[in-house]
């Protein structure tokens, strides 16, 4: 069964101090790993996809790498703008659905 | 453009009745998903249509979940006998045949 499992739960930043999510998965056959940005009482906002062990795709402050067991989501000089529950999700074999982690909620105070 | 709407965005019901929520997708987009979210969890996945069938129902809990989406657009998820442990929030998600899931804001659902 494929699993997903974010770490830490929760997170706590000063405006500026830089830190990593973290994303590891257990899969059969990756198609793609995936980031999502939700605000309390939001839907989840698509980040990022990752395909393949070694890619890296950044916008903004936020850098999401991928290895054959986990991904990371960078955040540099973080402002309190970006305080949100970060998902995780992966699509593996031959279905459409995701399976998301828990989350990690971070809060960036100024 | 417009991205995917929910509606209601709140329901509150009491246990036993039957509960209809409604999706719209992106204008476009072939697949629909539903998923369950409860409390401090990720999205939980439901079922996956692919045009105006379901292609994947494996994520439905039991018989009294059930989905449609007649015309390959609007989809319905629709509730019998509902439960409290029903209560959650409902997120449906569209996209393009297998392309990347966008999501729409939820429709919280309370059962008394």
């Known amino acids: 069964e494929d699993q997903v499992t974010q770490s830490p739960e929760a997170l706590r930043l000063q405006e500026g101090e830089s830190s990593s999510l973290n994303c590891s998965y257990t899969v059969s056959g990756l198609r793609g790993l995936f980031w999502y940005r939700q605000d309390p009482g939001k839907g989840p906002e698509f980040l990022f996809t990752?395909?393949?062990a070694g890619e890296e795709k950044e916008k903004e402050r936020l850098k999401a790498t991928l290895t054959k067991k986990e991904s990371f989501l960078h955040i540099t000089a973080p402002k309190p703008e970006d305080s949100a529950t970060y998902l995780c999700?992966?699509?593996?074999?031959?279905?459409?659905?995701?399976?998301f982690g828990a989350g990690t909620i971070l809060r960036v105070k100024s | 453009g417009a991205g995917v709407s929910q509606t209601p965005s709140n329901k509150v019901t009491e246990k036993g009745k039957y509960v209809e929520l409604r999706c719209d997708p992106i204008?476009?987009?072939?697949?629909l998903y539903w998923y369950r979210q409860s409390l401090g969890q990720g999205p939980e996945f439901l079922i996956y249509?692919?045009?105006?069938?379901?292609?994947?129902d494996s994520g439905l809990p039991n018989d009294r979940f059930f989905a449609v989406r007649p015309e390959g657009s609007v989809s319905t998820l629709k509730i019998q006998r509902t439960e409290r442990g029903d209560s959650a929030v409902y997120l449906c998600?569209?996209?393009?045949?297998?392309?990347?899931?966008?999501f729409g804001p939820g429709t919280r659902l309370t059962v008394l």
């Open positions: 990752l395909y393949s």
């Open positions: 999700a992966v699509q593996a074999g031959r279905g459409n659905k995701l399976v």
């Open positions: 249509f692919q045009g105006t069938g379901a292609a994947d």
């Open positions: 998600a569209s996209s393009r045949p297998r392309d990347t899931q966008y």
């Open positions: 204008s476009g987009h072939t697949a």
